[in-house]
Structures are given as C-alpha cells and as structure tokens.
T-cell receptor
Framework: NAGVTQTPKFQVLKTGQSMTLQCAQD?????MYWYRQDPGMGLRLIYY???????DKGEVPNGYNVSRLNKREFSLRLESAAPSQTSVYFC?????????????FGPGTRLTVL | DAKTTQPTSMDCAEGRAANLPCNHS???????VYWYRQIHSQGPQYIIH???NNETNEMASLIITEDRKSSTLILPHATLRDTAVYYC??????????????FGQGTTLQVKP
C-alpha cells in the first residue's frame, strides 16, 4: 500500500515550457486535490476532484489545468510555466461521502521555473 | 469554512507537554476542528479532529472549549521529532464535505533539547 505517490520529485523548467505533474493513490478514495506551497507559506488549494469525472477550482487555479484520469489518478498541467509557479506541489486524496475526510498527502514535487 | 488564528511560533522543551492554541470564533455548529502537521516540507500529516468533546489518540489530545470558539492541541511528551508546522483547520464533516482543506499559516513548534 503506497498511499499517495507523485512524479516527478523534482523538476526545473524554463519560462514558457509545459509539463504535467502526476499523482496516484491506491486507497480507493473518491476525492483528490492539488495544493501548492510557496516558501514560508501555508498550502493553497489549486484544484480538486470530489469524485471521478468532476473537477472544481480551488483558491489559486489560474495557470493550471487538471485531469481526473480515473479513480486512482489526478494530474496537474502547467501549459506555459512562469517563475511565479515555482513552488512545492502536493497531491492529496480522501473519502468524500461521510466520515472524517482526513486527507492523505503525497511527498510533493519541487518545481523551479527559471 | 471558518477562519482560524494561531500563534506564528512556539518553543517547547523536550519531554514536556506542548500546548498549541487555536482560535476559531466564527465556527459553525456543523464544523469540526482538525489538526495537521508538516515536518520539514514533507506532505502534511493528519493528527486528530473533534467537534465539541475532548479527543485523544496515540499522537495527541484535543481540547475544545465549551463555546467551541477555541481549541488546544496537546502533545503530552514532545520529542525533537515533533518539531514541525502545526495547522488548525475547521470544516464541515460528513457527506456534504468535499474533503478540501483550507490551510492557514500554522504554528511553527520548535522542540528544544
């Protein structure tokens, strides 16, 4: 049981390049989330998917797109990376219906945009 | 979701209890208090949650005031490995909850030898 996995762990991009961050969970959770964390700051929600087939914007969605590929996988795409998107990106998953809905987080992807 | 207020930083001596306060004066009746921590830029880790009764698990205790406007997370015997940023979050519990967590700045707890 790997929990929440993210790839890659580190990435350096040049301004204008595109890339996709991958996230997968093996806990059969309905909901998945993408957060970003800037240095010295708390986490901010980018997008979330309450269930397979649905996605919704969070606090800071501009510049990002997401795809809920199936129940296990939720990807985050940067179409044209900007230096302001330099951050650590965390994926999380949780149950949706009932229960504590406590989130389980992945180890993060450290992205630098030059 | 209700907003929370936490001190920016706190120190605690190793082996002593660490008491982390959180104010949530606008909490609604159907909102629970959750605590998470983040150790050295790892992904956040769930600690505990509660509604109005005090809660305890293997990691910590949660004390919620009777009016529910504030709470305290207690680490009974802090170790150096408890050095982390601690986040207090309030949100709805149950089927209407999309599960999303809204993080504030948190409290940086430094446990000292």
């Amino acid at each position: 049981n790997a929990g929440v996995t993210q790839t890659p762990k580190f990435q350096v991009l040049k301004t204008g390049q595109s890339m996709t961050l991958q996230c997968a969970q093996d806990m059969n959770h309905n909901s998945m989330y993408w957060y970003r964390q800037d240095p010295g700051m708390g986490l901010r929600l980018i997008y979330y998917s309450a269930s397979e087939g649905t996605t919704d914007k969070g606090e800071v969605p501009n510049g990002y797109n997401v795809s809920r590929l199936n129940k296990r996988e939720f990807s985050l795409r940067l179409e044209s990376a900007a230096p302001s998107q330099t951050s650590v990106y965390f994926c999380a998953s949780s149950w949706t219906s009932g229960g504590a809905n406590q989130g389980f987080f992945g180890p993060g992807t450290r992205l630098t945009v030059l | 979701d209700a907003k929370t207020t936490q001190p920016t930083s706190m120190d605690c001596a190793e082996g002593r209890a660490a008491n982390l306060p959180c104010n949530h004066s606008t909490i609604s009746g159907n909102e629970y208090v959750y605590w998470y921590r983040q150790i050295h830029s790892q992904g956040p880790q769930y600690i505990i949650h509660g509604l109005k009764n005090n809660e305890t698990n293997e990691m910590a205790s949660l004390i919620i005031t009777e009016d529910r406007k504030s709470s305290t997370l207690i680490l009974p015997h802090a170790t150096l490995r408890d050095t982390a940023v601690y986040y207090c979050i309030v949100r709805v519990y149950g089927s209407s909850n999309t599960g999303k967590l809204i993080f504030g700045q948190g409290t940086t707890l430094q446990v000292k030898p």
